[in-house]
């Protein structure tokens, strides 16, 4: 699915925040690819094996072994017009680095397969095989979500009540 509002809040921040670090830098991108269900990871997994395609997962929905369907992950894409994935001036690259500057982990910089549009909140580490071991699934990780009250941001806000921190880290 193509809809970052399905993401946990923090993705959704460093989401906004990467797309406006990237646009001062003449870098303007997109978001692409965000949560996925396990039927779309099913669907996925199937290109390149019981469907025509190159294969472009090698993990099947049911394992969750993909931090898309975590809600943890998202793709971006090229969005100036020079074509969604054209490499030139390092494009994929310098926007990893703000990524990576940020606070999110690029897949540019996995030795396999290295993913150049993948971006992923780094708390679990990179595998999924870390917020496994702490959540059942998905929908068990999903009811520690903390949403932030519309007019604040992660971090220290103020208001009539004085300073509170707002934060939608697990803890
Ligand atoms: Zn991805």
Redesign the pocket.
Known sequence: MRDITLCHPRLQELATKLTAESAKQGLKIAIG?TYRTVAEQDALYAQGRTKPGNKVTNVPGSTYSSY?QWGT?F?IYRYDGQGAYNKAGNFFGRVGAIGVSIGLEW?GNWKSPV?KP?FQLPDWGSSASGIKQVYASPEEFKKTWVKIPTGYTVGWNHDENGWWYADAKIT
Do not use: N, Q, T, V
């Open positions: 690819e898309h992950a793709d897949g993913d993948h």
